[in-house]
């Protein structure tokens, strides 16, 4: 069961920048930053709220590390902007597979490795009226404690 | 000051279809639905979570009513997809008129009325590195009650 708005990932082409902007116009902070090679990306996450599942919802700022990254496509495609929507659920994998099983293309067999050691998967976005869709097991939940 | 996502906005072409599909796949509920002349839309209000700060994250699903809405134009340009995101605040005002002085540009002279009665402006998304960026004051606070 998704159970709050885990984060919104927004891509860019400077992370640094980026973070300059959230943190300087709102004062935003930047809670736990890491590079996933996987994904080719580095990222930022800003924590913007506690939710009432025990979780959080955060910004997750994305510059790709590799032209051939999806987020390097996606960004010569259509610009700096909202690349993806992602929702906290406990249960990735029993939610990707009910998801699956509706008619839904999820991206990946197995869930994989996410923000600060969640467990996540992609729903395609031509199956979820035009947004690309991450869920997301935090790898502890309610743990807010930043790295 | 921005205490929560307060909503992740989404453009639809048919607004009872994409219901469903969030209905259908996630479970998810309309908590309220409305029409905005003003902003040329009807809109669905998926409530997702609690936030710590007393209020709520909603997806806002929007079909256009008029051909001349400027979501009928973002459609026309980009297909269905996440049309804007929105932080809330209890002070839109105070706000917006801080974030004016630090060079960002406000849509609004004065905030408008927005969904449950609420009181919104927007950001130009090309001071906020491409993200269409809403500020919100709901009406009553914690208000939780569907309409």
């Given at each position: 069961?998704?159970?709050?708005?885990?984060?919104?990932g927004?891509a860019?082409?400077?992370?640094?920048?980026?973070?300059d902007?959230?943190?300087r116009?709102?004062?935003f902070?930047?809670f736990?930053t890491?590079?996933?090679?996987?994904?080719?990306?580095r990222e930022a996450?800003l924590?913007?709220?506690?939710t009432?599942?025990g979780?959080?919802?955060y910004?997750?700022l994305l510059?790709?590390?590799?032209?051939?990254?999806a987020?390097?496509?996606?960004?010569a495609?259509?610009?700096?902007?909202?690349?993806?929507?992602?929702?906290?659920?406990?249960d990735?994998?029993?939610d990707s597979?009910?998801i699956r099983?509706?008619g839904?293309r999820v991206l990946y067999?197995e869930?994989?490795?996410g923000?600060?050691?969640?467990?996540?998967t992609?729903l395609?976005?031509k199956d979820c009226?035009g947004v690309?869709?991450e869920?997301?097991?935090s790898?502890?939940?309610?743990?807010?404690?930043?790295?």
């Amino acid at each position: 069961m998704l159970t709050r708005i885990d984060h919104i990932g927004i891509a860019c082409r400077d992370l640094e920048a980026t973070v300059d902007f959230y943190s300087r116009t709102y004062g935003f902070q930047v809670f736990h930053t890491e590079v996933n090679q996987e994904q080719g990306v580095r990222e930022a996450m800003l924590r913007i709220n506690g939710t009432d599942d025990g979780g959080a919802s955060y910004l997750q700022l994305l510059e790709p590390i590799r032209e051939d990254s999806a987020v390097a496509k996606w960004l010569a495609k259509n610009g700096e902007g909202v690349h993806h929507i992602a929702f906290g659920t406990e249960d990735v994998d029993g939610d990707s597979e009910a998801i699956r099983d509706k008619g839904v293309r999820v991206l990946y067999d197995e869930p994989r490795r996410g923000s600060m050691d969640s467990r996540i998967t992609f729903l395609h976005p031509k199956d979820c009226h035009g947004v690309l869709t991450e869920l997301v097991t935090s790898a502890t939940p309610g743990d807010d404690e930043a790295h």
